[in-house]
């Protein structure tokens, strides 16, 4: 956890030392709002460092793993219920959104599924999410159809559904899911929310050692808001190294 207070503190004293107004001042809950856009920046680019993982070695992977385990939601608490979509396509779907807490990136998933006496026979799915315009290939080709024998299937992701696709002779009836979920929104006491309730004390939940990086974003956004360059620029600088 990282104490938003500290945040906060590390936020002004940044943006001052490098303003060339000596006074500037920024309302709290614009501060609040740049933590919150920059907590969500922080996790895309963490994400996205697994896309590129092959060619950084073991090591890598698991210091961004680790930087974002608090938000790994497991199998058993990931379960939904799947209805058959399309009949011809043997495509069964579930609602991402009836997850909770709610699903922002996914990570692995498998579905129990029947056929003739053989009940619930975990079916695991391919990790990389198939492209819809890749269905019929895979659909009709030998080495990757679904296959309830082999234990494996495919699926994909549209809007707000996650769909897994059979060969016509098994049927499933749930998907477990193991996803990344939202971070809880960073709050500070002393202003009114939009709702129109009053805010409260939170800190972010993030790991302490990922304080800096946090505090960089919010300091860039926030200087580009304000127009003050030489935040940008030193912020820029860091955020650059601190990988």
Not at 116 to 144: P, S
Not at 153 to 163: A, G, K, P, V
Not at 204 to 215: F, I, P, S, T
Request: proline letters at 2%; hydrophobic letters at 35%; a negative charge.
């Amino acid at each position: 956890m990282i104490p938003v207070d500290s945040l906060l503190y590390k936020i002004d004293q940044k943006l001052n030392k490098l303003s060339t107004n000596e006074h500037q001042q920024i309302q709290l809950e614009d501060k609040i709002l740049a933590l919150n856009e920059a907590q969500i920046k922080l996790i895309k680019q963490k994400v996205d460092g697994f896309s590129v993982i092959s060619g950084m070695g073991l090591d890598s992977f698991k210091k961004r793993y680790e930087d974002l385990q608090r938000l790994v939601i497991s199998y058993n608490n990931g379960k939904l219920n799947l209805y058959l979509k399309n009949q011809t396509l043997n495509q069964w779907a579930a609602d991402i959104d009836k997850l909770n807490p709610k699903y922002m990136f996914y990570i692995d998933s498998y579905v129990l599924a029947d056929k003739g006496v053989c009940k619930d026979r975990q079916i695991w799915i391919n990790k990389d999410l198939a492209k819809h315009g890749d269905l019929q290939f895979l659909l009709n080709n030998v080495h990757y159809k679904p296959s309830f024998e082999y234990q494996e299937t495919f699926n994909f992701l549209s809007s707000d559904e996650i769909s897994i696709f059979t060969d016509g002779t098994f049927t499933p009836s749930d998907i477990y899911i193991s996803y990344m979920r939202y971070p809880i929104y960073i709050d500070k006491v002393g202003y009114v929310r939009f709702d129109g309730q009053p805010s409260t004390d939170v800190n972010c939940e993030l790991e302490e050692y990922l304080e800096d990086e946090l505090v960089d974003l919010t300091v860039q956004n926030l200087a580009m808001y304000t127009e003050n360059a030489s935040a940008v620029q030193s912020a820029q600088f860091r955020i650059q190294t601190n990988e």
